[in-house]
């Protein structure tokens, strides 16, 4: 990144922080005052393809600022989604600014291993929120990866990235002009082979499948599909060859379908968001004396959660739900605790009434 602290970038983003990878760089909106994660994306003027020696580069930042803006314009609100603010070209960098708020990317919290269900569940279930309405939008994120969702401090998950996913899947397209060789060349350089950036085709069902792809590496701690190399994994996505699933638990059954190569065959972010939610309703709370789940806690924030939640497993609803049916349950008038020395004393009374009758009757 080529921002330090107190610089300002793209003429009204002043630099708080030095960057921090792939989690972009605080900054400061130097009109309104509002803090913003800037992500910056090189422009290659020169390293165009096919570009003759010698003649002026031609300069994609303002094509690709147009396309940023033209997704800002597009994106609804939603409470799930980190809105896209503005991209900006400074020299040869394009600076993306998305609002910022507390929280850690969910790719710093997945390194000790695979994530309890439930909890995978909860991140779904917000993603899935989030795409839904990016879909009604007529929208395509294009970039669910660990990297773009952030963690909050209640344990919701929010989606970012929209606005980077759009400036990158632009500037591959204008580097590689109509040879889709180029494009494809140019994607491999900037993107390497990360499963969720690959799918095999577009629009929202392209989104679903990332989902699926993401819900899988959360449950297992792994990829289902071979990333050691772009051309392996790619026939393995056409193919739809993927890793066993049987590490996904209760999951498993949706990440299957939302694998599927077939677009027609997986469900969309409306139905996947349902099916997370039902699952959720039966979800078992951590056990008092056990370990925290990782990537927790909940509650969500005091406006309410998108997935309700509710205390307790089945045995606990259910006797609820009995005890509603059997109306209120009356409080004995005897604590427990002195019923056995009453029983006691009753007995002794039996016993001298009965002594005093026989000697009454013998004299």
Do not use: K
Not at 229 to 252: K, N, S, Y
């Amino acid at each position: 990144m080529r921002a330090e602290p107190g610089q300002v970038v793209a003429g009204r983003y002043r630099v708080t922080d030095r960057p921090e990878d792939e989690a972009g760089v605080l900054a400061v909106d130097v009109h309104g005052g509002a803090r913003v994660r800037l992500f910056g994306l090189e422009l290659p003027e020169l390293l165009v393809p096919g570009h003759p020696l010698g003649a002026p580069a031609p300069s994609y930042g303002p094509r690709v600022t147009a396309r940023v803006a033209q997704v800002a314009a597009a994106a609804g609100a939603h409470p799930r989604l980190l809105r896209g603010l503005a991209a900006g070209p400074e020299d040869e960098v394009l600076w993306v600014a998305e609002e910022a708020v507390p929280g850690v990317p969910l790719e710093r919290l997945v390194g000790s291993g695979p994530v309890p269900p439930y909890r995978v569940a909860e991140i779904g279930a917000d993603l899935a929120g989030a795409l839904r309405s990016l879909h009604e939008d007529g929208l395509t994120h294009g970039n669910l990866t660990l990297r773009t969702v952030l963690v909050c401090e209640d344990g919701a998950a929010m989606l970012g990235g929209l606005l980077l996913g759009a400036a990158e899947e632009e500037l591959c397209a204008a580097l590689g002009g109509e040879v889709p060789r180029r494009v494809y060349d140019t994607r491999a350089l900037m993107l390497g082979p990360l499963a969720e950036r690959w799918a095999i085709d577009p629009g929202a069902p392209a989104d679903t499948w990332a989902l699926g792809v993401l819900l899988y590496r959360l449950l297992t701690g792994r990829g289902p599909y071979p990333e050691a190399d772009l051309p392996t994994l790619l026939a393995a996505v056409r193919d739809g060859r993927h890793h066993p699933a049987d590490g996904c638990g209760p999951l498993q059954p949706l990440v299957e379908r939302l694998l599927q190569p077939d677009a027609a065959a997986r469900p969309d972010a409306v139905a996947v968001q349902r099916e997370l939610r039902d699952l959720l309703v039966f979800a078992p709370e951590p056990g008092p004396d056990g370990p925290p789940e990782p990537l927790l806690p909940v509650p969500r924030p005091p406006a309410g959660p998108l997935v309700p939640r509710p205390r307790g497993g089945r045995r606990e609803r259910a006797a609820a739900r009995g005890t509603e049916r059997q109306g209120p349950v009356r409080q004995p008038r005897v604590a427990p605790r002195l019923l056995g020395p009453l029983i006691l004393g009753g007995v002794l009374v039996l016993l001298v009434a009965a002594l005093a009758g026989i000697v009454a009757v013998a004299g």
